[in-house]
Nanobody, 118 residues
Framework: QVQLVESGGGLVQPGGSLRLSCAASGTIVSRNDMAWYRQAPGAERELVASISSGGATNYADSANGRFTIARDNARNTLNLQMTSLKPEDTAVYYC????????????WGQGSQVTVSS
């Protein structure tokens, strides 16, 4: 059974940094396409960053240059390092794993709240 558990969210001031982690069980992070999504109040869930099983990364324009997605294979964890945070980055952040039979991100964590405010 695939389980994804996010941690590391919280309150941070504009311009600050935060690192989110997603601990996986029942699956191997390095062998799957993984992603971080976020959903702000009243908005649709949007892709923030993704990393393929081959290591190729992709970022939303809003995250490019400020966020870094990376795997920690020893800990079977997916991380999202966020810098230069802005109030518009405030959202619930979700870790996701690609479903090879469903051809979409079909495994999700419970989410971690990130609030950027002074």
């Amino acid at each position: 059974q695939v389980q994804l558990v996010e941690s590391g969210g919280g309150l941070v001031q504009p311009g600050g940094s935060l690192r989110l982690s997603c601990a996986a069980s029942g699956t191997i992070v390095s062998r799957n396409d993984m992603a971080w999504y976020r959903q702000a109040p009243g908005a649709e869930r949007e892709l923030v960053a993704s990393i393929s099983s081959g290591g190729a990364t992709n970022y939303a324009d809003s995250a490019n240059g400020r966020f870094t997605i990376a795997r920690d294979n020893a800990r079977n964890t997916l991380n999202l390092q966020m810098t230069s945070l802005k109030p518009e980055d405030t959202a619930v952040y979700y870790c996701a794993r690609w479903g090879w039979s469903s051809h979409e991100y079909s495994y999700w964590g419970q989410g971690s709240q990130v609030t950027v405010s002074s």
